[in-house]
């Protein structure tokens, strides 16, 4: 559920907050108020698109935030882990939303940033916003199988993944198939490079840290002398001495025997005798290493020009198979895989085409099944959608879901749907674009609503002007059944009807008001006193009426008779 909102610096919006509360929650007010604004925040709040039109003027940024209590769904909290965002079930999320002229948008989850991906996966299980282009999905027939299949809830979507699954093992073994069928000719060319490129490679021997290891004897070799000299200068300094200069072993060695007698008089100095005389055995160590390597170092020019031609040879193997000596060698491998499979391409054909018709049946099976599930599913379907309807006013209206075989199998499987409609009794079904008006579409999209919010686990939805193009008592039946949803959901519902508004459990009030010369929408939440005087304005835009002002109280109390039955 939704418990806060944050708007800053959005369009009109400089600075708001405000607090929604469960059940049916409607934002009224005049034309351009900014209602849809609000609805725009959240769709941000969401991962929905943005821009830097959404960014009041003068500000940089933009930003919004909702704060939601999380619902108790697994997979949400899987994902949140997945995504390294702890939470614990009694705490709330907060989703922010920050967007800059320079048209960067950055998402944080509880203060975590994140990726948009991210970002918009976990809005999903958050709120279900309904807007007015939203109706267009439904002339849309490629949108009516996923609605149907969502409506048939979480049996029929395991089913679905299951023909999805093995789709992609059929799809995987017919290209495999493909592949071995090329001509015998470009097998036997390709059979061929591969042997020769596993044969050079197998001749390099090569090494993973190869290459490192010979730059850095390269190294070493092309700087000799220079190393000679300053290992043999090392050597005299620190043991063999010189007549000019005496060794630092020979220095330390008269001091540790100074130390010795000294300490005879005074054993404080022991300690110190006994650290200046490990030094002495550690110098002498280290002069046997570099007189070692004095002795072992020295140029080699042999060895470095076999050094420049193995990485000459690495540098040509790099330009052929890849960029590092591991690259390569997962070529090599991958090399070896396709020859192998090339030598055995007539056995392993003959596995795959027996692999090939063990799956076919395995799909024909799981697609018949998911077909067989959907035509059961579309029977509850049509039977709610057309009880819905008749509520919602369209009495002897007829909606069906159309069956086709699709022209080929899919990971969805085999069937086309289609929703159709007759508007009135005798005339003929047709697809929703070529009939349904805007009124309609409404009407038939809150009913999908209505049935779908019983196995819809997002907690809270969002309707734009749903009343759009209704009226009458069509629009108190809207009412009514947006007001049945909101005892198992969470609803926020933008509205120009005074039947719907009085069904509100929170009524919120938008306003523009000019402030220093500035356009800026504001929001507030009616009081009882106060909402009869909104309806009142809804109802015939004179709020002085008395006769409008009864018919608001009427109207409220009606509402609220009907909502204590629900």
Not at 474 to 498: D, F, K, P, Y
């Amino acid at each position: 559920m939704l418990l806060e909102l944050t708007i800053r610096n959005f369009t009109l919006i400089d600075e708001l907050h405000f607090q929604l509360g469960p059940g049916l929650n409607v934002l009224t007010g005049e034309t351009g108020a900014g209602k849809s604004i609000i609805v725009d925040a959240v769709n941000l709040v969401l991962g929905g698109r943005a821009s830097t039109e959404f960014i009041r003027e003068p500000a940089e940024k933009a930003l919004v935030e909702g704060v939601f209590v999380l619902p108790q769904v697994d997979k949400l909290y899987q994902l949140l882990e997945t995504y390294g965002i702890e939470v614990d079930h009694d705490d709330p999320l907060v989703m922010t939303r920050e967007m800059s002229r320079n048209g960067r948008s950055l998402c944080r989850v509880n203060g975590r940033v994140t990726t948009l991906g991210n970002y918009r996966r976990i809005g999903q299980f958050l709120v279900d916003l309904h807007g007015q282009h939203e109706h267009q999905t439904l002339l849309n027939p490629v949108a009516h199988l996923e609605q149907l299949d969502n409506f048939g809830g979480e049996a029929l979507l395991v089913l679905r993944g299951e023909v999805a699954s093995c789709y992609r093992k059929l799809h995987n073994v017919v290209i495999d198939l493909e592949r071995l069928q090329r001509d015998e000719q470009e097998m036997a060319r390709r059979q061929d490079l591969l042997t020769f490129q596993i044969e050079e490679l197998d001749s390099a021997h090569l090494q993973p840290g190869e290459e490192e290891a010979l730059q850095q004897e390269k190294t070493i070799l092309q700087n000799a002398e220079r190393l000679a000299h300053g290992v043999t200068a090392a050597y005299q300094m620190t043991y063999a001495g010189s007549p000019q200069q005496n060794s630092a072993y020979d220095l330390l060695g008269k001091v540790v025997a100074e130390l010795k007698t000294l300490s005879l008089l005074d054993a404080a100095l022991q300690p110190v005798t006994e650290i200046l005389e490990a030094s002495l055995y550690q110098t002498e160590e280290a002069a046997h290493v570099l007189r070692r390597y004095m002795e072992e170092a020295g140029p080699d020019p042999l060895r470095l020009e076999q050094i420049e031609v193995r990485l000459n040879l690495l540098r040509q193997l790099k330009r052929k198979y890849g960029a590092s000596i591991p690259e390569i060698l997962q070529f090599r491998q991958e090399a070896e895989a396709e020859l192998e499979l090339l030598v055995k391409r007539e056995s392993t054909f003959t596995d795959l085409q027996e692999k090939r018709v063990q799956l076919e049946e395995e799909y024909r099976n799981l697609a018949k099944q998911l077909t067989e599930r959907r035509k059961q599913t579309a029977l509850i379907l049509e039977e709610g959608i057309n009880r819905e309807l008749s509520f919602l006013g369209m009495n002897g209206a007829g909606f069906t879901v159309c069956f086709q075989s699709c022209p080929s199998p899919s990971a969805l499987g085999v069937d086309e749907v289609e929703f159709l409609l007759s508007p009135n009794p005798g005339e003929p079904l047709k697809p929703l674009a070529r009939i349904a008006s805007g009124g309609e579409l409404s009407r038939i999209m809150l009913a999908l609503k209505t049935l779908l919010a019983k196995v819809d686990q997002v907690p809270t939805m969002i309707f734009d002007e749903i009343d759009t193009g209704i009226g009458g008592r069509a629009l108190e039946a809207v009412a009514m059944r947006l007001g049945q949803i909101a005892n198992s959901h969470q609803v926020l519902c933008v509205t120009h009807a005074a039947q719907i508004a009085g069904w509100a459990d929170h009524h919120f009030y938008i306003e523009k008001q000019l402030e220093a010369g500035r356009t800026l929408t504001r929001i507030s939440r009616l009081a009882e006193e106060n909402r009869v005087w909104e309806i009142a304005r809804m109802l015939s835009g004179n709020t002085e009426s008395e006769v409008s002002r009864q018919h608001a109280i009427e109207m409220l109390k009606r509402a609220q008779g009907q909502k204590s039955l629900n």
